[in-house]
């Protein structure tokens, strides 16, 4: 297994509360994904890095900032947390991007109320 | 914008019994890519599909890529317990690394 971690696995928050999700991975892969999966509409990316400090958005990337540092730790982050927002976060890293599959961490769970 | 249509969305099977899943591209495929979530986890990659008529097989799971349609298959031989879980196909949009997602299908398979 691709040594990914996310963390908190789990996290509730109030309305409005600053949220931040981290992925640290271990495989020194050069790209890294976060993604939200909700019912009926699968996976949908929010924002994506491909290198340090170096990062571009997704398909629902409102609401949403992120930011790379260090090659191993991506940072997601929710500036104003909203119901709407509620949802499982998966990262995922993958060593070039083409042809290349994704590894996926476990996921977090995040229930904003 | 791509997407990708995935059917069914839910299915439950005797075990035993052999299943298909299918996804349906909206745009030309440049690969596609299968992998199986159990609840409350991560995704395991399955199978990748690069090239139009390209058939994978591992273990009792096999997946097809048919370019001209647009589509691929997921057919598991022989369903047992342990294949049940979220199958959701991905694929790049334009060619780039960038995957998106069909909305899963949720396999039951009853013992």
């Known amino acids: 297994d691709a040594g990914i971690t996310q963390s908190p696995r789990h996290k509730v928050t109030e309305t409005g509360t600053p949220v931040t999700l981290r992925c640290h991975q271990t495989?020194?892969?050069?790209?890294m994904y976060w993604y939200r999966q909700d019912p009926g509409h699968g996976l949908r990316l929010i924002h994506y890095s491909y290198g340090v400090k170096d990062t571009d958005k997704g398909e629902v990337s409102d609401g949403y900032s992120v930011s790379r540092s260090k090659t191993e730790d991506f940072l997601l982050t929710l500036e104003s947390a909203t119901s709407s927002q509620t949802s499982v976060y998966f990262c995922?890293?993958?060593?070039?991007?083409?042809?290349?599959?994704?590894?996926f961490g476990s996921g977090t769970q995040l229930s904003v109320l | 914008s791509q997407e990708l249509e995935q059917s069914p969305q839910s299915l439950i099977v005797q075990e035993g019994k052999n299943l298909t899943i299918n996804c349906t591209s909206s745009k030309t495929l440049y690969g596609l890519y299968w992998y199986k979530q159990k609840y409350g986890e991560g995704l395991i990659f399955l199978m990748m599909?690069?090239?139009?008529?390209e058939e994978k097989s591992h273990e009792k799971i096999t997946a097809k890529l048919d370019e001209k349609k647009q589509q691929s298959s997921l057919h598991i031989t022989a369903s047992q317990p342990s294949h049940a879980g979220i199958y959701l196909c991905g694929a790049p949009p334009g060619n780039t690394g960038k995957l998106i997602f069909g909305q899963g299908t949720t396999l039951q398979v009853k013992p």
């Open positions: 995922a890293i993958s060593e070039s991007q083409g042809r290349e599959k994704l590894f």
């Open positions: 495989e020194n892969h050069r790209y």
């Open positions: 599909l690069q090239k139009g008529g």
